[in-house]
């Protein structure tokens, strides 16, 4: 599918990524090998980092993204470095390319200890509504960790978007934050695409 294919559909695009992701990013094993950065043991395991910096993915995913932006009223997206950087910057090229411009930014996870010591990198201030994004919901920690950042920064976080859900109680975590929270795929939708990859089908 190319993107002349997918440009003005929802459905088509959200088709092709599940496709690029169950290629590039997810494994499955017949019993739980994969450890999480929880700890915990899992037999599905998705990375998306592959598929987040291939540029037919960054297409996708910027544009699936900014979807669920476009009412939201936001001049930033972020989240915590690094899962969320490809997907905030994807973000905010598909955003200038449709002239809805949105700020990309990125949280660290330690603060500088040099120059000027913040949270926060990017053209943002105080007051600045923002959503922030993540790769993977598992528990939600990460996510969570980035809302409360952003929110130390001055930073009003009125919306979420992950891109993968692992339906293990992380959005529903991340929703007692921020109610306004979705995934754009769910480890239910990403499973059967790669089932049918796998099967022939």
């Known amino acids: 599918m190319n993107i002349h294919a997918c440009k003005e559909s929802r459905p ?22 994969f450890t999480l950065a929880s700890g915990r043991k899992s037999d599905f395991y998705i990375n998306c980092k592959p598929t987040a910096l291939d540029p037919w993915g960054m297409f996708l995913i910027g544009h699936l993204v900014l979807e669920e932006l476009k009412t939201a009223g936001v001049r930033g997206v972020g989240g915590l470095t690094f899962g969320a950087d490809p997907v905030a910057m994807a973000t905010a090229f598909a955003s200038g ?59 009003e976080v009125c919306k979420v978007v992950v891109l993968v859900d692992r339906e293990e109680g992380g959005m529903d975590n991340i929703r007692k934050e921020v109610g306004d929270a979705v995934a754009v795929l769910t480890r239910t939708e990403l499973m059967a695409c790669f089932s049918q990859i796998h099967s022939g089908a």
Request: some cysteine; overall charge positive.
């Open 97 to 155: 390319l449709n002239n809805i411009p949105i700020q990309a930014f990125s949280i660290r996870k330690e603060q500088k200890d040099h120059g000027v010591i913040r949270w926060v990198e990017g053209d943002m201030h105080p007051g600045d509504r923002v959503a922030i994004i993540d790769d993977v919901a598992t528990t939600g920690g990460s996510t969570i960790k980035a809302i409360d950042r952003a929110r130390q920064t001055g930073l």
């Open 12 to 33: 088509a695009m959200k088709k092709a990524l599940m496709e690029l992701l169950c290629k590039k990013s997810v494994q499955v094993a017949p019993s739980p090998i």
